[in-house]
């Protein structure tokens, strides 16, 4: 990828960002910042209205200190410490999020962060830290894009419809390992299960959304747990259509940020026992309604 560049009046070259689309429905590469610089209020503009247009972004060649990567997620809106995982020394908004034979992955499917949380994050700041040479991939998929998809009539339908997010159900298998229950107790206690639309407007694109997942998600208001599942099932499974999902080949200090308001994700675990490392910082976001 090239980056432009001009020069002013006393021939000093000046770094243009740019920006190149990686799919039709979602996902972006941006060229041209230094991510150990702090953001003036034009790059940051830049870097915001790229995240609502392309709803996932990627940076390259990051080499980058958690200082930096906690004041860039700071210029998007306060910080959260998330209360399942690990993190950096003296910095316990930066998640750790480490595989390796002794640490495999726990999360196999598709979802939106956080969506146990009755303010489900604006999104997560992700930076590669050691990659396996073959594998270990992240898959995004647009919301918007599947619910633009679907027929008019379904559409109306969902909009109507109120789905309940549980982090108990979301963390199972944790919870299922020894010590699992009480070292997450106080997770528990801070998150009752909640209920959210199934269709969610983006705050400032306006684009619909949809808004189940497979993680989080256990039931549909008001139907039967039958009717509830078929419609739940079909929606999990439209959802990662190929046609609505972009892929991320990861490498050692990439950066990519994510819309957690209109997108899912999922970690391709096809890197066996390598081992692969990640930290991550998630910006707190409001109700989806």
């Avoid at 979802?111 to 396996?132: C, E, V, W």
């Avoid at 909009?159 to 982090?167: E, I, R």
């Amino acid at each position: 990828m090239e980056t432009n560049t001009l020069s002013d009046n006393h021939h000093t070259a000046v770094t243009i960002p740019t920006v190149t689309r990686l799919t039709a429905a979602l996902g972006a590469e941006i060229s041209g910042i230094d991510l150990n610089q702090p953001l003036d209020d034009a790059t940051f503009k830049f870097v915001h209205d790229a995240l609502v247009e392309h709803q996932v972004i990627f940076f390259r060649n990051q080499d980058w200190l958690p200082e930096m990567h906690k004041q860039f997620a700071l210029r998007f809106g306060p910080v959260q410490i998330h209360p399942a995982f690990n993190n950096v020394e003296g910095y316990p908004e930066i998640c750790i999020l480490e595989n390796s034979e002794a640490k495999p992955s726990k999360i196999e499917m598709w979802h939106t962060d956080m969506t146990f949380s009755a303010t489900p994050p604006l999104g997560s700041i992700l930076h590669s830290k050691h990659i396996p040479p073959i594998g270990g991939d992240t898959l995004f998929s647009s919301m918007s894009a599947a619910y633009e998809a679907l027929s008019d009539k379904m559409q109306s339908f969902l909009s109507g419809l109120t789905a309940v997010h549980d982090f108990r159900y979301g963390f199972k298998e944790s919870l299922a390992e020894p010590g699992g229950p009480e070292r997450l107790a106080g997770a528990i206690a801070a998150n009752p299960p909640v209920a959210h639309p199934v269709i969610r407007t983006h705050p400032i694109s306006g684009k619909k959304g949809i808004f189940v997942n497979s993680l989080f998600t256990t039931h549909i208001v008001g139907m039967k747990a039958k009717e509830s599942e078929a419609l739940l099932n079909f929606l999990y499974q439209h959802v990662i259509l190929p046609e609505f999902i972009c892929r991320f080949k990861w490498q050692v200090n990439s950066v990519a940020f994510w819309d957690n308001r209109i997108t899912q994700h999922k970690p391709v675990n096809d890197f066996g026992l390598q081992y692969r490392v990640l930290q991550r910082i998630t910006v707190d976001g409001d109700k989806p309604y």
